[in-house]
Structures are given as C-alpha cells and as structure tokens.
C-alpha cells in the first residue's frame, strides 16, 4: 500500500509529466513559427517522451492499487524569441524536474517504500540524461551564435530524432 502522503506526491508528479508534454509542445509550436521545422520535431517527440513518463506514473500508481487522480494542467507560458531561449528554458525545467525526482525519492525512503524507490530509480537515470542532452544542445546553441548556416545544419540533425534515441 502506498502512503497517502507517497500516493498524493505521485499523482502530483504524473500532472507534473504531462505538464512538461504541454510546455515541450508549445516550444514544438514557438519552434515551428522560428521556421525550424526540425527544432519543432525535436520536441515533438520530447512531447512523447513525457507522456510514456506520465504513464509509468499512471501504471505505478495503479499496480499498488492507489486511487490516480488526473489533475489539470497549468496553460504554459513563454515568448522565446529564438531557439536559444527555447532551449534554456527547456533545461530549466528538466532541472525543476530532477529536483522534484529527488524529493520523490526522499520521500519514498522516509515512508521505507523501497518498490516506489525502484521505480523512481529509472526516474533519476532519465533524469541525468535528459539534463545533459537539452544542456548539449544549448551549448551547440552557443558556440553558433545567429550563424545561419549553423541553425540549418542543426534543424537537419534535429530532425532526424527519434523516440527513445536521444
Ligand atoms: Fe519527464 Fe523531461 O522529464
């Protein structure tokens, strides 16, 4: 049996996966306006990324017979106006999201849950990932500056994403 206080943080966190979705979706959108149909691509697929993360909470949630709770999602803001504020914010908030991962664990071992642990233990790995793939990119951002040339062999690569290929 999950916690009460476990099965609250868990549905928070399955609300927090899909707002990440929502927020990647419209960079996908702001991407898309820039004229940088592989940029957009890129985070559509991030988009599908978050939701396979929500629906590992869902399932989680589900299999230890606790009650999901969809909760809404925060209308998501941000007037990027190139792809290098799109990506800064990107990992801003994939570094929001390590931490909340980090409190989840926190949590999990103060209520001696070591099954959510495990679960969150994927979570963490993800976690290091995604933060060193968008950090990666923005840096690549960097280093070309407004280089035209740049940002078009970079759309080319970016469109070439897959999911679950970072
Ligand atoms: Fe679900 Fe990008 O972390």
Redo the contacts with the bound molecule.
């Keep these: 049996m999950l916690t009460p206080k476990m099965l609250q943080a868990l549905n928070d966190q399955l609300q ?2 899909y707002h ?2 929502y927020l ?1 979706l419209s960079m996908a959108a702001r991407c898309a306006d820039l004229n940088l149909p592989g940029f957009a691509h890129w985070f559509r697929v ?1 988009v599908q ?2 939701n396979v ?2 629906l590992k909470f869902f399932d989680y949630i589900l299999l230890r017979r606790g009650t999901v709770e969809l909760k809404g999602i925060e209308k998501p803001t941000g007037s990027w106006p190139n792809a290098l504020a799109v990506f800064e914010d990107a990992l801003k ?2 570094q929001y ?2 931490r909340r ?1 980090h409190d989840l664990v926190k949590l999990a071992r103060e209520a001696n849950d070591p099954a959510t642990e495990a679960l969150l233990q994927w ?1 963490v790995t ?2 290091v990932e ?1 933060e060193a793939m968008v950090d990666g990119l923005v840096q690549q951002l960097k280093v070309m500056g407004e280089s035209p040339s740049g940002l078009f062999i970079m759309d080319r690569e970016l469109a070439k994403r897959q999911l679950g290929a970072q």
Aim: overall charge negative.
């Design positions: 927090a996966e990440s979705s990647y991030q990324e978050e993360h929500a908030h994939e999201i390590t991962i979570f993800e976690q995604e």
